[in-house]
Protein backbone atom coordinates (compact mmCIF):
# COMPACT_ATOMS: atom_id res chain seq x y z
CA UNK A 1 0.00 0.00 0.00
CA UNK A 2 1.75 3.28 -0.97
CA UNK A 3 2.20 6.34 1.84
CA UNK A 4 2.35 9.54 1.42
CA UNK A 5 5.87 9.64 2.03
CA UNK A 6 6.88 8.51 -0.99
CA UNK A 7 5.38 10.63 -3.57
CA UNK A 8 7.07 12.54 -5.47
CA UNK A 9 6.50 15.94 -7.76
CA UNK A 10 8.10 16.23 -10.93
CA UNK A 11 8.15 19.80 -11.92
CA UNK A 12 7.12 21.10 -15.49
CA UNK A 13 7.81 24.23 -16.72
CA UNK A 14 4.01 25.51 -16.78
CA UNK A 15 2.01 27.22 -13.90
CA UNK A 16 0.51 23.26 -14.22
CA UNK A 17 0.74 19.96 -15.56
CA UNK A 18 2.88 18.23 -13.20
CA UNK A 19 3.83 14.78 -12.43
CA UNK A 20 3.14 12.62 -9.38
CA UNK A 21 5.38 9.98 -8.98
CA UNK A 22 5.20 6.70 -6.45
CA UNK A 23 1.53 5.98 -6.64
CA UNK A 24 0.55 2.58 -7.99
CA UNK A 25 -3.16 2.87 -8.46
CA UNK A 26 -4.12 -1.23 -9.13
CA UNK A 27 -3.11 -1.45 -5.53
CA UNK A 28 -5.06 -0.03 -2.87
CA UNK A 29 -3.79 3.10 -1.48
CA UNK A 30 -3.69 4.53 1.89
CA UNK A 31 -6.28 7.41 2.87
CA UNK A 32 -3.77 9.97 3.48
CA UNK A 33 -2.13 9.15 -0.29
CA UNK A 34 -5.42 9.81 -1.98
CA UNK A 35 -5.75 12.95 0.46
CA UNK A 36 -2.06 14.02 -0.77
CA UNK A 37 -2.78 13.46 -4.18
CA UNK A 38 -6.25 15.05 -4.20
CA UNK A 39 -4.13 18.30 -2.05
CA UNK A 40 -1.44 18.31 -5.41
CA UNK A 41 -4.58 18.22 -8.02
CA UNK A 42 -5.93 21.53 -5.77
CA UNK A 43 -2.87 23.13 -5.81
CA UNK A 44 -1.69 22.78 -9.58
CA UNK A 45 -5.06 22.12 -11.22
CA UNK A 46 -3.85 19.48 -13.93
CA UNK A 47 -1.68 16.03 -12.41
CA UNK A 48 -0.29 13.58 -14.67
CA UNK A 49 0.14 9.53 -12.81
CA UNK A 50 2.18 7.99 -15.62
CA UNK A 51 2.76 4.23 -16.00
CA UNK A 52 -0.19 2.97 -14.30
CA UNK A 53 -1.78 -0.49 -15.52
CA UNK A 54 -5.20 -0.14 -14.29
CA UNK A 55 -8.63 -2.02 -14.88
CA UNK A 56 -11.89 -0.13 -15.78
CA UNK A 57 -13.25 -0.55 -12.32
CA UNK A 58 -10.05 0.28 -10.70
CA UNK A 59 -10.51 3.77 -12.90
CA UNK A 60 -13.87 4.00 -11.56
CA UNK A 61 -12.88 3.51 -8.08
CA UNK A 62 -9.96 5.73 -7.90
CA UNK A 63 -12.07 8.40 -9.58
CA UNK A 64 -14.41 8.52 -7.01
CA UNK A 65 -12.43 9.78 -4.27
CA UNK A 66 -12.72 12.75 -6.27
CA UNK A 67 -16.08 12.86 -5.70
CA UNK A 68 -19.83 11.56 -7.48
CA UNK A 69 -19.44 10.73 -10.97
CA UNK A 70 -21.23 11.41 -13.48
CA UNK A 71 -22.22 9.90 -16.87
CA UNK A 72 -21.42 12.11 -20.38
CA UNK A 73 -24.71 12.55 -22.02
CA UNK A 74 -23.68 11.13 -25.37
CA UNK A 75 -25.04 7.45 -24.19
CA UNK A 76 -23.63 5.35 -27.28
CA UNK A 77 -19.95 6.46 -26.22
CA UNK A 78 -20.45 5.12 -22.72
CA UNK A 79 -18.10 2.07 -22.23
CA UNK A 80 -19.82 -1.12 -22.43
CA UNK A 81 -20.49 -2.61 -18.84
CA UNK A 82 -19.13 0.71 -17.41
CA UNK A 83 -21.16 3.60 -18.19
CA UNK A 84 -19.42 6.10 -15.81
CA UNK A 85 -16.46 5.57 -18.97
CA UNK A 86 -17.03 7.74 -21.72
CA UNK A 87 -14.80 6.63 -24.43
CA UNK A 88 -12.78 8.97 -26.88
CA UNK A 89 -11.00 7.18 -29.85
CA UNK A 90 -10.88 7.03 -33.12
CA UNK A 91 -11.59 3.38 -33.77
CA UNK A 92 -14.20 1.33 -35.73
CA UNK A 93 -15.31 -1.96 -34.92
CA UNK A 94 -17.61 -3.56 -37.23
CA UNK A 95 -18.68 -1.04 -39.26
CA UNK A 96 -19.69 1.38 -35.55
CA UNK A 97 -17.52 3.96 -34.37
CA UNK A 98 -16.46 2.88 -30.25
CA UNK A 99 -16.08 6.20 -29.20
CA UNK A 100 -16.20 9.80 -29.87
CA UNK A 101 -13.24 10.44 -32.53
CA UNK A 102 -13.40 14.59 -32.16
CA UNK A 103 -13.72 15.08 -28.32
CA UNK A 104 -12.36 18.77 -27.00
CA UNK A 105 -11.02 19.98 -30.35
CA UNK A 106 -11.40 24.13 -29.13
CA UNK A 107 -10.22 25.74 -26.04
CA UNK A 108 -12.93 24.43 -22.95
CA UNK A 109 -13.56 22.90 -20.13
CA UNK A 110 -16.00 19.89 -19.62
CA UNK A 111 -19.97 20.63 -18.70
CA UNK A 112 -19.18 24.02 -19.41
CA UNK A 113 -23.30 24.84 -20.98
CA UNK A 114 -24.42 23.27 -17.12
CA UNK A 115 -25.74 24.83 -14.44
CA UNK A 116 -23.49 22.95 -12.12
CA UNK A 117 -20.49 22.05 -14.22
CA UNK A 118 -18.30 19.03 -13.22
CA UNK A 119 -15.50 19.58 -10.74
CA UNK A 120 -12.98 17.29 -12.90
CA UNK A 121 -12.12 14.45 -15.30
CA UNK A 122 -9.69 11.95 -15.03
CA UNK A 123 -8.81 10.85 -19.11
CA UNK A 124 -6.55 7.27 -18.91
CA UNK A 125 -4.20 6.73 -22.16
CA UNK A 126 -5.03 3.10 -23.44
CA UNK A 127 -3.77 3.05 -26.96
CA UNK A 128 -1.44 6.35 -28.30
CA UNK A 129 -0.81 6.88 -32.10
CA UNK A 130 2.76 7.09 -33.13
CA UNK A 131 4.06 8.68 -36.73
CA UNK A 132 8.00 8.00 -36.74
CA UNK A 133 8.77 7.47 -33.30
CA UNK A 134 6.47 10.05 -32.20
CA UNK A 135 3.31 10.31 -29.95
CA UNK A 136 0.15 12.39 -31.78
CA UNK A 137 -2.80 13.84 -30.30
CA UNK A 138 -1.50 16.10 -27.21
CA UNK A 139 -3.56 17.52 -25.26
CA UNK A 140 -2.81 21.25 -24.43
CA UNK A 141 -3.83 22.62 -20.71
CA UNK A 142 -3.62 26.42 -19.91
CA UNK A 143 -4.63 27.58 -16.29
CA UNK A 144 -7.58 29.92 -16.48
CA UNK A 145 -5.75 31.15 -12.31
CA UNK A 146 -2.61 31.93 -13.49
CA UNK A 147 -4.29 34.20 -16.43
CA UNK A 148 -6.73 35.76 -13.81
CA UNK A 149 -3.80 36.82 -11.33
CA UNK A 150 -1.55 38.31 -14.63
CA UNK A 151 -4.34 40.48 -15.94
CA UNK A 152 -3.48 43.98 -15.62
CA UNK A 153 -5.72 45.82 -13.18
CA UNK A 154 -8.47 47.89 -15.47
CA UNK A 155 -9.17 44.94 -17.09
CA UNK A 156 -9.82 43.02 -13.98
CA UNK A 157 -12.33 45.81 -12.72
CA UNK A 158 -14.11 44.97 -16.19
CA UNK A 159 -14.32 41.38 -15.71
CA UNK A 160 -15.01 40.77 -11.82
CA UNK A 161 -18.42 40.58 -11.07
CA UNK A 162 -20.00 39.84 -14.61
CA UNK A 163 -21.62 36.66 -15.85
CA UNK A 164 -21.49 35.02 -19.42
CA UNK A 165 -23.91 33.65 -21.09
CA UNK A 166 -23.10 29.65 -22.22
CA UNK A 167 -24.82 27.76 -24.94
CA UNK A 168 -24.72 24.63 -26.26
CA UNK A 169 -26.66 25.57 -29.19
CA UNK A 170 -24.51 27.91 -30.10
CA UNK A 171 -21.46 25.84 -29.81
CA UNK A 172 -23.36 23.36 -32.02
CA UNK A 173 -23.98 25.69 -34.82
CA UNK A 174 -20.12 26.89 -34.67
CA UNK A 175 -19.09 23.16 -34.57
CA UNK A 176 -21.45 22.22 -37.38
CA UNK A 177 -20.05 25.39 -39.52
CA UNK A 178 -16.51 24.44 -39.41
CA UNK A 179 -16.55 20.50 -39.53
CA UNK A 180 -20.11 19.69 -41.43
CA UNK A 181 -22.38 17.17 -40.82
CA UNK A 182 -20.97 13.95 -41.50
CA UNK A 183 -18.08 13.92 -37.94
CA UNK A 184 -18.64 11.69 -35.15
CA UNK A 185 -20.74 12.83 -32.70
CA UNK A 186 -22.59 15.47 -34.72
CA UNK A 187 -26.02 14.57 -34.65
CA UNK A 188 -25.99 13.27 -30.63
CA UNK A 189 -24.52 17.00 -30.17
CA UNK A 190 -27.44 18.28 -31.87
CA UNK A 191 -29.72 16.41 -29.93
CA UNK A 192 -28.05 17.48 -26.52
CA UNK A 193 -28.28 21.42 -27.01
CA UNK A 194 -32.17 20.39 -27.24
CA UNK A 195 -31.69 19.20 -23.50
CA UNK A 196 -29.38 21.96 -22.21
CA UNK A 197 -30.70 25.47 -22.51
CA UNK A 198 -28.71 28.67 -22.06
CA UNK A 199 -26.84 29.04 -18.79
CA UNK A 200 -25.08 31.92 -17.41
CA UNK A 201 -21.79 31.44 -15.31
CA UNK A 202 -19.38 34.23 -13.58
CA UNK A 203 -16.95 35.93 -15.95
CA UNK A 204 -14.28 34.91 -12.70
CA UNK A 205 -15.10 31.89 -10.82
CA UNK A 206 -13.97 31.17 -7.66
CA UNK A 207 -12.42 27.99 -7.14
CA UNK A 208 -14.85 26.42 -4.80
CA UNK A 209 -12.00 24.30 -2.38
CA UNK A 210 -8.55 26.80 -3.12
CA UNK A 211 -10.82 30.25 -3.49
CA UNK A 212 -8.46 31.26 -5.91
CA UNK A 213 -10.26 33.49 -9.08
CA UNK A 214 -10.33 31.54 -12.48
CA UNK A 215 -11.27 32.99 -16.02
CA UNK A 216 -14.17 31.30 -16.62
CA UNK A 217 -14.36 30.64 -20.58
CA UNK A 218 -15.12 27.98 -23.24
CA UNK A 219 -14.68 28.80 -27.06
CA UNK A 220 -17.68 28.37 -29.23
CA UNK A 221 -19.56 27.89 -25.93
CA UNK A 222 -19.39 31.41 -24.07
CA UNK A 223 -20.79 33.65 -26.65
CA UNK A 224 -21.75 37.04 -24.73
CA UNK A 225 -21.49 39.30 -21.78
CA UNK A 226 -23.68 40.55 -19.79
CA UNK A 227 -24.16 44.46 -19.37
CA UNK A 228 -22.37 44.30 -23.03
CA UNK A 229 -23.34 44.47 -26.76
CA UNK A 230 -22.73 41.92 -29.08
CA UNK A 231 -19.86 42.81 -30.25
CA UNK A 232 -18.33 44.10 -27.51
CA UNK A 233 -18.79 41.08 -25.49
CA UNK A 234 -17.47 39.27 -28.36
CA UNK A 235 -14.31 40.85 -28.49
CA UNK A 236 -13.97 40.81 -24.86
CA UNK A 237 -14.17 36.94 -24.48
CA UNK A 238 -11.68 37.06 -28.08
CA UNK A 239 -9.28 38.85 -25.96
CA UNK A 240 -9.42 36.59 -22.45
CA UNK A 241 -9.24 33.77 -24.21
CA UNK A 242 -5.93 34.77 -26.13
CA UNK A 243 -4.58 35.93 -23.06
CA UNK A 244 -5.41 32.51 -21.21
CA UNK A 245 -3.47 30.86 -23.68
CA UNK A 246 -0.22 32.63 -23.98
CA UNK A 247 2.56 30.02 -23.61
CA UNK A 248 3.18 31.45 -19.83
CA UNK A 249 0.03 29.61 -19.24
CA UNK A 250 -0.02 26.22 -20.84
CA UNK A 251 1.07 23.05 -20.84
CA UNK A 252 0.92 20.68 -23.32
CA UNK A 253 1.23 16.89 -22.31
CA UNK A 254 2.22 14.21 -24.86
CA UNK A 255 0.81 11.38 -23.93
CA UNK A 256 1.89 7.74 -23.49
CA UNK A 257 0.35 4.46 -22.86
CA UNK A 258 -0.21 4.30 -19.20
CA UNK A 259 -0.83 7.61 -18.29
CA UNK A 260 -3.76 8.81 -16.38
CA UNK A 261 -4.39 12.48 -16.12
CA UNK A 262 -6.70 14.60 -13.86
CA UNK A 263 -7.46 18.12 -15.04
CA UNK A 264 -9.76 20.50 -13.07
CA UNK A 265 -12.55 22.03 -14.69
CA UNK A 266 -12.45 25.41 -12.94
CA UNK A 267 -9.01 26.44 -13.19
CA UNK A 268 -8.28 25.14 -16.03
CA UNK A 269 -9.32 24.96 -19.94
CA UNK A 270 -7.81 22.21 -22.07
CA UNK A 271 -7.54 21.87 -25.95
CA UNK A 272 -6.98 18.35 -28.01
CA UNK A 273 -4.82 18.44 -31.20
CA UNK A 274 -6.11 16.20 -33.97
CA UNK A 275 -3.10 15.54 -36.07
CA UNK A 276 -3.53 11.71 -36.32
CA UNK A 277 -5.25 10.19 -39.47
CA UNK A 278 -8.31 7.51 -39.38
CA UNK A 279 -6.04 4.53 -39.23
CA UNK A 280 -3.78 5.91 -36.15
CA UNK A 281 -5.42 4.27 -33.67
CA UNK A 282 -6.46 6.08 -30.04
CA UNK A 283 -8.16 5.04 -27.22
CA UNK A 284 -9.06 6.81 -24.09
CA UNK A 285 -11.04 6.29 -21.25
CA UNK A 286 -12.71 9.58 -19.32
CA UNK A 287 -14.17 9.70 -16.06
CA UNK A 288 -16.11 12.76 -15.06
CA UNK A 289 -16.55 13.74 -11.19
CA UNK A 290 -20.03 15.64 -10.59
CA UNK A 291 -19.76 19.52 -9.26
CA UNK A 292 -21.97 22.20 -7.98
CA UNK A 293 -22.98 25.87 -8.65
CA UNK A 294 -20.82 28.51 -9.86
CA UNK A 295 -19.83 31.38 -7.92
Known sequence: MASATEIEI???NAPLGHEVRGVDLSRPLAARTVEAVERIFDMYG??????????????????RHFGPLERYPIDRFLLPGHPEIFVVSNIVEDGRAIGMADAGRVWHSDMHFTATPSRCSLLYAREVPMRDGRALGATLFASTAAAYDALPRDIKATVDGRRAL??????????????????????ERTKQADQHP??????????????????????????A?????????????????A?????????????????????????????????????????MHRTTVAGGPTF
Open 10 to 12: VHV
Open 243 to 283: HITRPEFVYTHEWRVGDLLIWDNCSAVHNAIGDYGPDERRL
Open 225 to 241: VEGMGETEGEQLLKELL
Open 46 to 63: VITLRGQTITPEQHIAFS
Open 166 to 187: NSYSRYVERRSAKVGGGKSGQS
Open 198 to 223: DVWHPLVRTHPRTGRKCLYISDEVTC
